[in-house]
């Protein structure tokens, strides 16, 4: 028996045991589906693309809506690896909008302002180059400047410049606007998951107990009291008990179906599925926010982007100078320029959100242009209005979720999107880039607004920043209380981006990551634990 069993090795995850296990008098469990991050991939940034792409991550079919068209069989990934999504994204560290948070607030999750939130992303960072009242420099999470920068990316910030933009050195300064070039989570060459920068350290502390490969297939409760979780081994199914409480942090996807296939959601819902109730909770897997990209692609007039690595000899290179000092391409993240800027529609703070990547197909790991060089422009709308749902459709705890995400729903998110294209597009124009691209290879249509419109739809794809799914809040549709308890239940919480009431203006990572830093306040104060040292706020 343990005193916490943690569901979900990932980013707040290993958040939440490193920092209970901080406290020797309690016995902490963190389970995790996948493997252990062994995967050189997970580590070397450049080769983040790899990990999306095996058996890292698991794929789940989603269901398409009269309004979006997009890729014929569409699927939502979510990491299945020790870390989580840090251990396989693009490693872009940013916060969102202060605003963002003040708005959980007005959707009920009180405590959760960006003046209550700020100190806990100050506590988790180790920035190498801000220390301010908005940056933490001691922090387990390294947050650093790029160590290698291709020179498209730094023409395409220079291109921003030149449509309007002004450059930003800070996009988690509070002021999101502008453009510029990311902070990422690495250092000295090698990603920056949770699973390294706080598990591994826990890792040698008697109280946590690490187990990998491990399938929770249900919350086990006796009555309304979550008492310990049934997980599926090589061996077999076993019980494991915990005599506090049982955390579910395994993302938005996953922890409503976790929670649905143990009788936590929807009553009516679950019958139909077969699963007996144990609390109705409507809200469990509605109000699913995620965000939703288009790509621009150029192909360039010679080998000026990372492309031309896909070439044997230029790997070698590239190796070599990794071997020998730590340094050059194959420390890169890939998406390295950035841009936050307003749509007509939205004139008090940016909604949409550009990404370049100096290659065409880095994330995929093919060519798409002729030739094989290219660039990528991916323009994200940060705050949809299209909101979608999870649901089961059978107790069995092995059946994918049934995910809907209806996107472009709204024609709001249409017409911002669309907007987004047509200034992408103005981006790549300027003269000081426009000189090394050869053509547009997509959407590699006219301008008219019939024509982007019909791109949109038919291209745009998921960002996989999925959250809400159990948010926080008193309403008839929120799951959890501020202090993320689940509602109706005992000894049962939520602790990832799941619980967030609105999507934030960015990447979510580090929200996830702040969540499980903030989270574990809650849990050690609600238990009676020993505090932390320089405890935030």
Same mark, same amino acid.
């Given at each position: 028996m343990f005193d916490f069993v943690i569901v979900g090795g990932g980013s707040a995850g290993c958040v939440l045991a490193a920092r209970l296990t901080e406290d020797p008098s309690v016995s902490v469990l963190l389970v995790e589906e996948g493997p252990r991050d062994w995967s050189p991939w997970i580590h070397l940034p450049v080769t +983040? +693309?790899?990990?999306?792409? !095996?058996?890292? =991550? @698991? $794929?789940y079919p989603w269901k398409t809506s009269p309004e979006y068209v997009g890729a014929p069989n569409p699927t939502m990934v979510q990491a $299945?690896?020790?870390?989580?999504? @840090? @251990?396989? #994204? &693009?490693?872009? +560290?940013l916060r969102g909008q202060p605003r963002d948070y003040d708005q959980w607030v007005e959707a009920g999750a009180e405590g959760w302002g960006w003046d209550e939130v700020l100190p806990y992303y100050k506590r988790c960072e180790s920035n190498d180059r801000f220390a301010n009242e908005l940056h933490g420099t001691d922090g387990p999470l390294p947050v650093s400047d790029q160590t290698f920068t291709h020179p498209m990316s730094k023409i395409w910030v220079q291109a921003c410049q030149q449509a309007g933009l002004d450059y930003n050195p800070d996009f988690n300064s509070g002021d999101q606007e502008g453009c510029g070039l990311y902070q990422i989570n690495a250092r000295n060459g090698r990603r920056g998951s949770t699973s390294v920068s706080y598990l591994a350290p826990a890792r040698r502390r008697p #109280?946590?107990?690490?187990?990998?490969?491990? $399938?929770? =297939?249900r919350i086990l409760f006796e009555g309304t009291r979550a008492v310990g979780v049934e997980v599926q081994r090589k061996a077999g199914r076993a019980t494991i008990r915990a005599s506090r409480e049982v955390i579910v942090s395994s993302g938005a996807i996953n922890t409503p179906r976790l929670l649905m296939i143990s009788g936590v959601g929807d009553a009516e819902m679950m019958r139909r599925a077969g699963i007996p109730v144990v609390q109705h909770l409507p809200g469990v897997g509605q109000n699913l926010q995620d965000h939703i990209e288009v790509s621009i692609i150029h192909e360039v007039n010679g080998p000026f982007s990372y492309d031309k690595y896909k070439q044997p000899h230029w790997q070698i290179a590239a190796g070599l100078e990794y071997l020998f000092f730590k340094k050059g391409p194959c420390t890169a993240n890939v998406v390295e320029g950035g841009a936050f800027f307003r749509s007509s529609l939205n004139e008090d703070r940016p909604d949409l959100q550009c990404c370049f990547m100096p290659g065409a197909g880095v994330e995929e790991g093919v060519d798409t242009v002729p030739g094989g060089n290219g660039t990528t422009l991916n323009i994200c709308q940060t705050r949809p209005r299209s909101v979608g749902r999870i649901t089961v459709s059978s107790a069995d705890p092995f059946a994918a979720p049934v995910i809907q995400p209806n996107y472009l729903q709204q024609d709001y998110d249409v017409r911002v999107m669309c907007e987004g294209i047509e200034f992408g597009r103005e981006i790549m124009s300027q003269p000081v880039i426009a000189k090394h691209l050869r053509r547009e290879y997509a959407p590699a249509c006219g301008k008219s607004k019939d024509d982007v419109l019909a791109y949109v739809r038919k291209q745009a794809h998921a960002a996989l920043h999925p959250m809400g799914t159990c948010k926080i809040g008193k309403d008839e549709l929120a799951v959890v209380d501020t202090h993320l308890r689940v509602h109706g239940v005992q000894g049962l919480r939520v602790c990832d981006n @799941? =619980? !967030?009431? #609105?999507? =934030?203006?960015? #990447?979510? *990572? &580090?929200? &996830?990551?702040?969540? !499980?830093?903030?989270? &574990?306040?809650?849990? $050690?104060?609600? *238990?009676g634990m020993r505090p932390f040292q320089n405890r935030a706020g």
């Open positions: +983040y +693309y790899k990990t999306g792409q !095996g058996k890292l =991550v @698991s $794929r $299945r690896v020790l870390g989580g999504g @840090s @251990s396989v #994204n &693009a490693m872009v +560290y #109280n946590l107990k690490l187990m990998t490969g491990t $399938r929770v =297939v @799941s =619980v !967030g009431p #609105n999507l =934030v203006s960015s #990447n979510t *990572n &580090a929200v &996830a990551i702040m969540i !499980g830093e903030k989270g &574990a306040d809650h849990i $050690r104060h609600d *238990n």
